[in-house]
């Protein structure tokens, strides 16, 4: 049968109601009498396709089902079919172009199907017809929903606007029901649009009364009005909120102040703030810095368990802990990390323990305890938390909240934490491995990226036509830079052919290095270049920044503390380069002070623990000693005076930039260099003094010893294969009596 239409109301005819949602999108209602039982078979067939066409069944509080459907009109009418099952009710209705059609009777929608059925309709509303009809900015949508919501709660509950912590974010705050359940959504119903808000909320623990706090974040440029609503869906239910009425909203700081210990709301916004650009982190940050919540460890005892968390990164990868633990009578069993949602997480399973003291006391050493470390790759993102959440937990069940001092947020601050974790004699393969590396990988990741040249400054004409650039990094250490400069100024070819680039990797000594090569440059007229980079950033970095200004066609990467013995030292290395093409770099003989050897070019060999370790050829032996007079091929040369092709240099992508402070870079280039198929060279007849490593020795990271055990890890990592073959396979006659204890066995792949 059709159905009478009217463009003034909508009719019912034998239970079916067609009416206009909104727009063109019609809902047709269906009541199906009790005796109808298998509903789950019905259907609805149309004259014409309808895409999309959603359908909503709630049970009558009078028995039966109702069906909804929703759907958009044509401009034409359609024969729609309704059945309710093989042998149940079936219906023939027609339905009209949206304009002629009555609105939706939202009183007849709702009646007779009680709070279930009106929840279950909100919640389709607002998801699946919203969605499927895009109807999230139709404000008659908009007007039916708000109806919806009216007639399921007339008097809703307040939601309170806290102010806002960023600009244009607006942190709103009120309470739900304990079995409310896990909320699935939160929409928010303007007078214009229903939109479906970000899930950043958190949910505090169970309070009075079977209460619980709900905090979430809004973003709008614009002042919430006081007629907003919300619906949050959960679980068990939909709740509708309603902005408190204030004046004006409330000042965030203000707020802050009475509610910053309560730590899942310090964790959730500094997890959500942390990702609003730009300036989201830092304000994240600031929160914590202004008002750090009270240090919590457990005292050691003689009878009790006790307890500190001294480290706790929260970095994009992961969760890096390290403290210690103390159990003299066999309670403990383990601390776990508390997430935002209020989890435990345990330590595990990459988790390491080794014999350690408390901080040393006035009176004395600290006491022994069992030191750990540990990385969680599951806890991820959770922005700059400063202050992550532990417990220690006892084999009774009891537990007892551990907070750390406020932890680093800045790259290499983070980095010396990392490297003090751990003793030296303690960092074993599977501690590097599994909580270590994965923790350095990321902070020098950050590293690269925040380093850049801040600044380049020209001291006198460059040199037209460079044929070679000499780099030169400077970190620190500037006592051997006249002596250095001395000896460039004063050899002619040098002059003539080479561009002289520094880069400071110590910003901090600018206004110093800046007077000090001024005043060379008025001394001996010799034109150089100044990179300045923006932060300490590394050997590496600071070599690959100088190779981007360089012009020459060969680089020499040289250190500060190398100063050349005589003049004419550049051009007589540099020709190896251009007679032998298989040549990808060549380093000279470099000296001690006292004249004995320091460097004839670099080999491999294992420690102990299998990991190899770069030595040098006859180190320590008189300058003259016959077998580092023979210019030959070696593994590879050290980076103190380094000199390539800067095509080579640049295929192979220049220094590798992960090594932590500065070590292995040279070899890991070399390596590089013979991936692609060139040969490294020593030549002897090119002597520099070589005043070793003065400006490492300042890094107090790096002397301490896990720095470099770190890098000789990666690099075994990175290049064992090659470096297996390249050691089982060097037989230098000249040298062989140097090489041969520490050459292991040819592999099965280089011995075939």
């Known amino acids: 049968m059709d159905l009478n239409h009217s463009t003034d109301i909508a009719e019912h005819i034998e239970g079916v109601l067609i009416s206009r949602l909104c727009a063109d999108v019609a809902i047709l209602i ?56 093989a042998s149940g009710p079936s219906e023939q209705v027609t339905l009209y172009p949206a304009e002629e059609l009555g609105p939706l009777d939202i009183d007849h929608a709702l009646n007779n199907i009680g709070p279930a059925g009106h929840i279950k309709l909100l919640n389709n509303v607002l998801s699946t017809w919203c969605s499927a009809f895009r109807l999230s900015q139709d404000p008659v949508f908009a007007g039916i929903v708000r109806e919806i919501m009216a007639s399921l709660a007339p008097e809703p509950r307040e939601m309170r606007n806290c102010g806002q912590p960023l600009e244009n974010n607006h942190l709103l705050e009120t309470s739900i029901d304990a079995e409310f359940g896990k909320v699935n959504a939160i929409y928010g119903i303007g007078s214009q649009s229903v939109i479906s808000l970000p ?41 509708v909120r309603r902005l408190a009425e204030d004046p004006a909203p409330s000042s965030f700081q203000k707020w802050w102040t009475k509610r910053q210990n309560e730590p899942r709301l310090r964790d959730f916004l500094v997890h ?128 007892a909240p551990l907070t750390p001092q406020l932890q680093p947020f800045e790259p290499s601050a983070q980095r010396m934490r990392i490297l003090r974790s751990v003793p030296p004699q303690h960092a074993k393969d599977e501690v590097f491995r599994n909580i270590l590396a994965p923790a350095l990988r990321e902070v020098e990741a950050k590293l690269g990226k925040a380093t850049k040249i801040a600044e380049v400054k020209e001291f006198g004409e460059p040199l037209a036509n460079a044929l070679v650039s000499i780099v030169i990094p400077l970190y620190r250490n500037l006592d051997f830079l006249r002596f250095q400069l001395s000896a460039m100024a004063t050899d002619p070819w040098l002059v003539a052919n080479a561009e002289i680039i520094f880069v400071l990797d110590s910003p901090e000594i600018q206004d110093d290095t800046e007077h000090m090569l001024g005043g060379l440059h008025i001394l001996h007229d010799l034109p150089m270049k100044l990179v300045v980079m923006n932060r300490n950033g590394g050997y590496a970095r600071a070599c690959n920044a100088g190779a981007s200004q360089a012009t020459g066609t060969i680089l020499v990467m ?113 390596l590089k260099i013979r991936q692609i198929g060139f040969q490294i060279a020593y030549e002897p007849g090119v002597e520099l003094y070589h005043f070793e490593r003065r400006s490492i020795r300042r890094s107090s990271d790096y002397m301490r010893g896990l720095a470099s055990q770190y890098n000789s890890w990666l690099h075994t990592q990175r290049w064992n294969d090659d470096i297996i073959d390249l050691m089982a396979s060097y037989r230098d006659e000249a040298v062989e009596d140097t090489v041969a204890p520490f050459v292991s066995k040819k592999s099965e792949r280089s011995a075939a």
């Open 30 to 85: 269906w009541d199906i009498p009790s005796k109808s039982k298998v509903l789950a078979k019905s259907s609805l067939e149309s004259s014409a396709p309808l895409v999309p066409l959603v359908s909503l069944s709630v049970p009558l509080e009078t028995g039966g089902q109702r069906i909804y459907w929703a759907m958009r009109t044509k401009d034409e009418p359609v024969t729609l079919r309704l059945s309710a099952a």
């Open 199 to 239: 899930m950043k909320m958190v949910i505090g623990p169970e309070e009075k009364k079977g209460a619980r706090s709900l905090h979430f974040l809004i973003e709008s440029a614009k002042t919430l009005p006081a007629s907003y609503r919300f619906a949050i869906s959960g679980k068990n239910g939909i709740a």
């Open 272 to 399: 959500h703030l942390a990702k609003i650009q730009p300036v989201g982190a830092a304000t994240a940050i600031d929160l914590q810095m202004r008002t750090p919540m009270p240090v919590r460890q457990i005292a050691r005892s003689a009878t009790q368990p006790a307890a500190e968390i001294d480290l706790a990164l929260a970095l994009d990868g992961g969760l890096l802990v390290g403290g210690w633990t103390n159990d003299p009578v066999g309670m403990f069993a383990g601390i776990e990390y508390l997430t935002e949602a209020g989890a435990a997480i345990p330590l595990e399973p990459h988790f390491y323990q080794f014999p350690g003291k408390t901080d040393k006391k006035a009176e004395g050493p600290g006491a022994d305890v069992t030191g750990f470390a540990a990385w969680l790759p599951q806890i991820k993102n959770l922005g700059p938390l400063l202050q992550p959440r532990f417990q220690m937990r006892l084999l009774s069940g009891a537990t």
């Open 558 to 670: 040289l250190n500060s503390d190398v100063v050349p013995c005589k003049a004419g030292w550049l051009d007589e290395l540099i020709n190896p380069l251009f007679k032998q093409k298989k040549l990808g770099a060549v380093g000279p003989k470099l000296l001690f002070e006292d004249g004995s050897l320091q460097h004839a070019g670099l080999y491999f060999a294992r420690d102990r623990r299998g990991v190899w370790l770069n030595h040098h050829f006859y180190k320590g032996m008189p300058g003259n000693y016959a077998p580092a007079q023979i210019a030959r091929n070696v593994p590879a040369v050290t980076g103190a005076c380094l000199v390539t092709r800067k095509d080579i240099y640049d295929l192979v992508g220049g220094f590798t930039d992960d090594y932590v402070i500065g070590d292995y870079e040279d070899s890991d280039l070399c």
